[in-house]
């Protein structure tokens, strides 16, 4: 046997180093990602889902920012609510204060005296004080307007404005039109309204302004024996006439007032008499 240390066999060792050295640095054989390993397929996925991270936060940031509503929904950066927050109604409205119809100068429900160049307005319900923004439903013109009195005592009416709310919606010349009201604040902003709420100032049914004392007397006589007491209000119609508002109950429920109402109704249906509900103040 020839020796470790013959040439020959130096020879030999020295091709199989080589030959390793060859098979150590060839270069990888490429694999794909799905069968190349937990690590290679961690090579292969980190960059790709850094890029969606980074996309998905660029339109985070830039996205523009959600308009969260105030307690009362709305702000005065001119958020406004919903129309369902408020309180809403629709009819016919009416204006007064003209020339020589007498309502100017006179007291409202609400103590102030009446000036027709205002932004006022009567409703039969609605808290004296509130505001309500209306608009002309023929024009679409809008204004903003504070109850500080009672009426239409019109039947099919739902608001009378002063002359200037009349002008400022465009319908002076006309004299009625339809409207929408909503509840505002101050601002013009919608704000939450009840008409039914307000305990101290109770429902009333109103049943006829007389102005001939024996009339009076009868009407409030056969209301008393149905009804119970019966007040008496003194008003002014257009033209400056005298009358006495006859008035039946006082109710904090506007449900038990309509009931009245209704019985009223049928009780007097053959003197035209139209019963309706108001507030006492």
């Given amino acids: 046997m020839p020796s470790p240390f ?46 969606l991270v980074v996309l998905s936060f660029t339109l985070h940031c830039t996205r523009p920012p959600m ?3 105030s307690p009362r929904g709305g ?49 039969r319900t609605l808290p004296l004080g509130s505001f309500v923004e209306v608009e002309n439903l023929e024009n679409r013109k809008r204004a903003v307007l504070r109850v500080n009195d009672r009426g239409p005592f019109i039947k099919g009416r739902i608001l009378d404005l002063s002359r200037q709310g009349a002008q400022e919606l465009g319908f002076l010349g006309q004299g009625t039109t339809r409207i929408r009201l909503r509840s505002v604040d101050a601002m013009g902003l919608p704000t939450p309204l009840d008409p039914a709420v307000d305990p101290s100032n109770p429902f009333v049914v109103q049943v006829a302004a007389l102005s001939d004392p024996k009339n009076i007397e009868v009407l409030t006589r056969e209301l008393e024996n149905t009804f119970g007491v019966v007040t ?43 019963p309706f509900v108001t507030r006492q103040q």
């Avoid at 150590?24 to 054989?29: L, N, Q, S, Y």
């Avoid at 702000?75 to 009416?94: C, F, H, I, L």
């Avoid at 008496?232 to 119609?237: F, N």
């Fill in 75 to 123: 702000s005065r950066n001119g958020t406004k609510p919903a129309d369902a927050q408020a309180y809403v109604e629709e009819g016919m409205a009416s204006w007064y204060g003209g020339n020589g119809d007498g309502f100017a100068g006179r007291p409202t429900a609400s103590g102030e005296i009446f000036d027709p160049e205002q932004y006022t307005c009567a409703h």
């Fill in 232 to 274: 008496l209000q003194d008003a002014g119609t257009r033209g400056g006439r005298s009358v006495k508002r006859l008035r039946v109950g006082s109710y904090t429920s506007r449900q038990d007032a309509e009931q009245t109402a209704e019985q009223i109704a049928r009780l007097l249906k053959d003197r035209g008499v139209e």
């Fill in 6 to 51: 013959h040439p020959t066999n130096w020879s030999k060792a020295c091709a199989s180093w080589i030959h390793e050295i060859h098979i150590a640095f060839d270069p990888p054989t490429p694999v794909d990602p799905g069968r190349g390993g937990l690590l290679r397929l961690m090579r292969w996925s980190t960059p790709r889902v850094a890029a």
């Fill in 67 to 69: 308009s969260i509503p």
